[in-house]
């Protein structure tokens, strides 16, 4: 793993960009998507919460390739809750092997659950650590 700065949308279509996100679906099925990356995501993507809580609504909250080069990454269930070191924990080894089947060679992740989610990222770099191999950039704004 290899910790950088920058934009994490400089690297669309250069490498795989980790969205965070979370469980919770709104009455239309969409998954909500309400600040940081996520919201960005959407803002670029409108499709993107009804794809995502499709796959949410079908097999749980999980790791998901997105299509447009995007993959989910759970760090809470519901968008009020706040990120769960065990939840980015899990969402570590879900990306780490979607990442093996789909034969990806970068992927970007922002540190999350350290923006908006109030986590610090000394709790959670030594978990990204523990499973990111030197496919994986972690990027912040700086």
């Known amino acids: 793993m290899k910790e ?32 940081g990356c996520a919201k960005q995501a959407r803002e670029r ?12 609504g079908q097999g749980g909250n999980r790791v998901y390739a997105l299509g447009d080069g995007l993959v989910s990454f759970p760090v809470e269930e519901g968008a009020f809750d706040l990120p769960g070191l065990a939840r980015i924990e899990r969402s570590c080894r879900e990306l780490v092997e979607l990442s093996d089947e789909r034969g990806w060679r970068e992927i970007l992740v922002p540190r999350p659950g350290c923006g908006g989610g109030g986590l610090s ?9 523990r499973h990111f191999d030197d496919r994986f950039r972690v990027i912040h704004p700086g």
Not at 12 to 20: D, R
Not at 46 to 56: C, D, K, S, T
């Open 45 to 56: 993507f409108p499709g993107l919460p009804a794809r995502l809580g499709a796959l949410i």
């Open 4 to 35: 950088i700065t920058g934009d994490l949308w400089d690297h669309l279509g250069c490498a795989v960009i980790a969205i965070t996100t979370c469980g919770q679906l709104s009455k239309k099925g969409e998954v909500l998507m309400l600040r």
């Open 121 to 129: 990222w000394q709790e959670v770099g030594p978990i990204l650590r």
